[in-house]
């Protein structure tokens, strides 16, 4: 059995790019999100469920082996928009069983649980494994959450990119480009890194806190917000703000009222191309809380201090870097002294 991967879990994470260097043995044995997966061989192909995965593996430099993608929320990763183009979108949203199984991938990639997992909405795990289609899940989704509380899970513990790069590096182990992987996440922790000590310049003040809102189901209800503990709370916390929001769910719905009590310094609003609920519209985030009688005595609007970020970016994945680099950049454009 391979070991090469518990044993990094198990020293930390800052070992996985050295221990993913050498290449890979198969068959190669995982613990993923508290399934054990075997893998007999670097997969032919693959189908990505959420687009989290799917820019991992075109990250990778695997996207000749990408047959099907499904759950966008906003565009693909401009780089590789050409490439994008010509694999087959089976979904803009949730996939069906059947259309997964038609593609006979060598293995699937989901982002959520909530997709494939013990109640997933497309199938459970063990209905692909039953026809010898292997599954493998995002392990920002499972590390540190409880995914049976809650719409979209409760974090036990306080999200960080240590999960996204596991990913990484379990992937890349899979599809032996153990050399990409160590490539990809050494530079992203090193953008990661520069990010937060362009914060930690700013000098913010002490109460300095904000609010992510994701979306609405609709315009004149209690939006979805980030909670305590997801890539929105780590994101706050690396760059010195605080999060207004008292929960332990990924995305609560919270009251305006409530929000506009504590008064966020700064609020960030998701864009994306997705269109389930009338707030995915940025423009109607922003004409919501120019006009809303509540939300528009809040001083973040009041003085312009709205930050827009790509929805995506808000989600567990390599794109949490991107977002940092832009709030960090945002927060410098604003008088907060």
């Excluded at 929001?245 to 919270?254: F, I, Q, R």
């Excluded at 940025?282 to 528009?296: G, M, N, Q, W």
């Amino acid at each position: 059995m391979y070991r090469a991967p518990l044993i990094a879990a198990a020293l930390g994470v800052a070992l996985l790019p050295l221990a993913a260097k050498a290449q890979t043995s198969y068959p190669l044995t995982l613990e993923n999100c508290g399934v054990a997966l075997t893998i007999d061989g670097a997969p032919e192909s693959a189908v990505t469920v959420g687009q989290a995965a799917t820019e991992i593996l075109y990250s990778l430099g695997l996207g000749e082996k990408v047959t099907g993608t499904s759950v966008w929320f906003t565009k693909v990763l401009p780089e590789f928009e050409a490439l994008n183009a010509g694999i087959e979108r089976l979904a803009d949203n949730d996939p069906s069983f059947e259309s997964i199984v038609a593609k006979k991938p060598g293995l699937v990639v989901e982002q959520y649980e909530w997709h494939i997992g013990p109640q997933g909405i497309v199938a459970t795990r063990e209905q692909f494994h039953d026809l010898g289609i292997p599954t493998y899940t995002l392990p920002a989704d499972c590390v540190g959450k409880d995914n049976s509380v809650g719409v979209d899970g409760t974090r036990l513990e306080v999200y960080s990119m240590d999960s996204v790069y596991r990913g990484i590096t379990e992937l890349s182990q899979i599809f032996d480009v153990a050399e990409s992987g160590s490539a990809l996440v050494t530079d992203l922790k090193s953008r990661e890194a520069a990010a937060i000590e362009k914060a930690e310049s700013l000098d913010l003040p002490e109460d300095a806190s904000a609010v992510f809102w994701f979306s609405s189901a609709e315009m004149d209800i209690d939006p979805y917000v980030a909670g305590q503990g997801g890539a929105p709370a780590y994101m706050m916390q690396a760059l010195g703000l605080e999060n207004v929001v008292d929960s332990n769910e990924e995305w609560p719905t919270v009251s305006w009222e409530t929000i506009a009590r504590a008064n966020p310094t700064v609020i960030v609003a998701a864009r994306m191309d997705r269109r389930r609920f009338p707030a995915d519209d940025i423009e109607k985030k922003l004409e919501f809380l120019r006009t809303d009688p509540v939300a528009s005595e809040m001083d973040a609007v009041k003085n312009g201090r709205i930050v827009i970020l790509d929805a995506h970016g808000m989600d567990p994945s390599i794109r949490n870097v991107g977002a940092l680099e832009t709030l960090a950049d945002a927060l410098s454009g604003f008088d907060l002294k």
